[in-house]
């Protein structure tokens, strides 16, 4: 069922001040979810192809569909795909791409999915549901496997204790055993500021869903799509997520590039691909306060140069 508190889009004005949608433009909204995004590209008159993932999401936007009578089209589709599905639906090219990386609050507030330990469900954690789960992964995967995606997503410090008692659990089926186990092995005290099974709920969730891949490859799929002009604006929520973020806008800016005058032999690097990058954007107090789960949001965004896209290999 419909979760009863709805998706709040953070940054929501700031989002569509860098997007300065007009009537007319093509628009790809990365993660749809409620809508929220799309719903305000919408009322300027855009045209929007908005892509999930999750199928609650892609069921729960049809009443959106009928309400803006072809002008919003929902597309079943990770986001790192969408420039094959939008070749295959005949539109190259847009002007705008839209991102809001991460889980949604539909996804956190339903204790089926299993996204959080704040009530207890099975231990699923899977956006699309479907492939592995986090049950999956924890119950079979070598306990070195688990402290390096511990360490690497979570950046748990002491991810080789918290894998060592997570094998020593086995089986782990809902949230609450996993949380449990986690606190145990950190010696959680309930007057802790920050549970410490948020850091390794993180670091699950971001393997199963392959999060930062995700990431990756969308960030490259918008540098192709967008027209000369063309503006990409990414929201993200923790420092893995914003420093990719980062990362892919300095490259593509070139923007610390430098060829020195005493090699004269040297080639320049390829031309920009976006130029005008922001700063980071964080939500006013005013927000932080109306919605929470806006507090660690950042904002990025850009506009696109004619240059051609870059051949990337990672970030």
Do not use: W
Request: with cysteine.
């Amino acid at each position: 069922m419909p979760t009863s508190a709805p998706h709040i889009p953070v940054l929501l004005d700031e989002v569509v001040a860098a997007i300065a949608p007009t009537n007319g433009m093509s628009i790809i909204d990365a993660t749809f979810g409620a809508g929220g995004y799309s719903r305000a590209l919408l009322a300027s008159g855009a045209r929007v192809y908005a892509f999930d993932r999750d199928p609650n999401a892609i069921r729960d936007g049809q009443a959106m569909v009928a309400e803006f009578d072809g002008r919003l089209s929902l597309h079943p589709e990770r986001f790192a795909q969408m420039r094959e599905e939008m070749e295959r639906i005949g539109v190259p090219q847009v002007d705008a791409v839209v991102m809001d990386i991460g889980v949604s609050s539909m996804q956190l507030d339903q204790a089926e999915r299993g996204f959080a330990f704040s009530s207890d469900g099975p231990l699923d954690m899977r956006m699309s549901q479907d492939g592995e789960s986090a049950a999956d992964f924890l119950n079979t995967a070598d306990e070195s496997a688990i402290a390096d995606v511990l360490y690497q997503y979570g950046e748990e410090r002491q991810s080789r204790r918290v894998a060592r008692a997570i094998v020593a659990a086995r089986p782990l089926e809902t949230t609450g055993e996993f949380a449990r186990v986690v606190r145990r092995a950190l010696g959680h005290k309930p007057h802790d500021k920050k549970d410490p099974a948020t850091r390794s709920f993180q670091a699950v969730r971001i393997h199963v869903n392959d999060e930062l891949g995700e990431l990756r490859a969308g960030l490259a799929a918008a540098e192709l799509l967008l027209k000369e002009g063309g503006k990409l604006a990414v929201v993200s929520f923790h420092s893995l997520e914003d420093r990719l973020v980062k990362r892919f806008f300095k490259e593509a800016s070139g923007a610390g590039r430098a060829v020195s005058r005493h090699l004269p032999g040297e080639m320049p690097g390829p031309a920009p691909t976006f130029t005008k990058v922001s700063k980071a954007i964080r939500p006013s107090e005013a927000e932080i306060a109306r919605n929470p789960r806006s507090r660690s949001s950042i904002l990025r965004h850009a506009i696109r140069t004619c240059a051609p896209a870059h051949e990337r290999t990672s970030l």
